[in-house]
């Protein structure tokens, strides 16, 4: 069984309570992001150590996901207009993401909207502190019942059975 050590990093995030490690692509790719083209050059150096500390602490796997995550909270900060000295905890709420996704959704495609509204999400949670779980997540701690417990009849075996009973105690109609 492999386990993995969680260290937190030092942070120049104020109020930060330490980032965790990540691997060395995903932490290369959070430190070269570029000043985005949705806000300012002043809004960005403003944000930038906090944007990249809360995506930090959404523990993105990849360069990828990280660069999306970077960009999908700098597009609502862009709406949003945060400030420079305003927690990010304060803007990412339900009601201003909901009035976010939105305005976008003349704009992106169903699917774009989705992937954005996940990653405004789990920015939201992990800005709150609260534990986020994605529904079609592959995190051991998140599957089912049915999925841990190996004993358990298949649902195809279990709806089989159902449906024999069922017919049996109802003559089928021709």
Known sequence: MKTTTRTLNPCPAPGCPGCPTLPGAVQARLLAYAAPTTLS???WAG???RVVCLVRRTRPGSPHTARSRLSALCAFLAAADPGPERPLASVLTLPRI???LASRRGEVSARQLANL???LERARCTAHGIPYR???TADPGARS???RNKHRPEPTEANAALIASVCAARP???
């Open 172 to 174: 089928v109609l021709a």
């Open 117 to 119: 509204a996940a990653m």
């Open 145 to 147: 019942a049915r999925q």
């Open 47 to 49: 944000l930038r150590d």
């Open 41 to 43: 050059a002043e809004a």
């Open 98 to 100: 909901s009035a976010f």
């Open 134 to 136: 994605a529904a079609n």
